[in-house]
């Protein structure tokens, strides 16, 4: 009898739980699995509310926000005109020198009759550089800046790059033949027109308000914690004497900041063929050296 009972027991066990089919469990990615990241361009992006407060922005492919740098580029025209349209072609070189890099190319309003005098440039700049910094990880980028000008662009770059810590102390700058002295370019001008049209742009003299210009100097804000600076300058300029390149190199130099300055002894204010191919070969190998 206790034989027929153990049987029983295990015969109805069995019935209860029969054997269930092996489950698969679902295929997890691996955690390094990494989303292509494809290159965007975006136009005409606002950073303030006026008109002219735009920018364009180039985006590389597999771009990440911990390593990608970027690189913002700010027109010249005298601080009364130009766009950004006309750094098109460096939008084009950069791309090709510097394939890991954003580009930002930004405009700001214009100096006209007495309307956006400065420091209203100055501050449009540091206006585009927050919404860079503020948007850093929507667009995938890091923090760290070069600023590059031409002409009234290059004083803007380099007032930005030594005069302030906000948004973002920038990683070098370039500026082609910016000046650097307001108040030396109106008083040794290398054109009887430009005190003048200095003043109407600025909106005061020199005598009239002296801390304007000594504001709008970026020679006066150099210190040793001033980013790494690469300048170029004509020799045969109209507009910007080679001394305020020189009187930079001899600030920068005494400072101890890292600096390049690239003279060439035959150009003008602004050049092309093999000097400017020259430039962005400097440009590309001062960036490679100095921005890491």
């Not at 109805?12 to 054997?19: A, E, I, N, Y």
Request: with cysteine; aromatic share 10%; charged share 15%.
């Amino acid at each position: 009898l206790p034989l027929l009972i153990f049987f029983a027991v295990v015969f109805f066990s069995c019935g209860k739980d029969p054997v269930q089919p092996p489950v698969t469990p679902p295929v997890t990615p691996p955690d390094d699995t990494v989303v292509a990241v494809i290159a965007k361009t975006i136009t005409d992006v606002s950073y303030g509310t006026d008109p002219l407060q735009k920018l364009d922005a180039y985006f590389p492919k597999d771009r990440s926000a911990n390593s990608t740098k970027s690189i913002v580029l700010i027109h010249g025209g005298s601080w009364e005109s130009g766009d950004k349209t006309e750094l098109t072609e460096f939008v084009d070189t950069l791309k090709g020198r510097l394939p890991d890099y954003a580009i930002f190319n930004i405009n700001y309003r214009l100096s006209t009759n007495g309307i956006n005098i400065f420091p209203t440039q100055e501050m449009d700049v540091k206006s585009a550089l927050q919404y860079i910094v503020d948007n850093a990880s929507k667009y995938l980028i890091s923090k760290k800046i070069v600023l590059l000008g031409v002409s009234a662009g290059g004083q803007l770059a380099l007032l930005q790059a030594y005069k302030y810590n906000t948004p973002v102390v920038p990683a070098a700058v370039v500026s082609f033949y910016g000046p650097t002295d307001l108040t030396a370019m109106y008083n040794d001008p290398t054109d009887a027109l430009i005190p003048p049209a200095l003043a109407e742009i600025i909106g005061k003299t020199p005598s009239q308000d002296p801390a304007i210009y000594i504001n709008s100097s970026p020679l006066n804000f150099v210190t040793s914690t001033s980013p790494p600076t690469i300048f170029f300058q004509g020799g045969m300029d109209s507009l910007i004497k080679v001394t305020q390149a020189t009187s930079l190199q001899s600030k920068l130099n005494s400072a101890g900041v890292v600096n390049q300055y690239v003279y060439y002894a035959e150009e003008g204010h602004g050049w092309l063929g093999p000097n400017l191919f020259d430039s962005f070969n400097k440009i590309q190998a001062f960036l490679s050296t100095n921005v890491k």
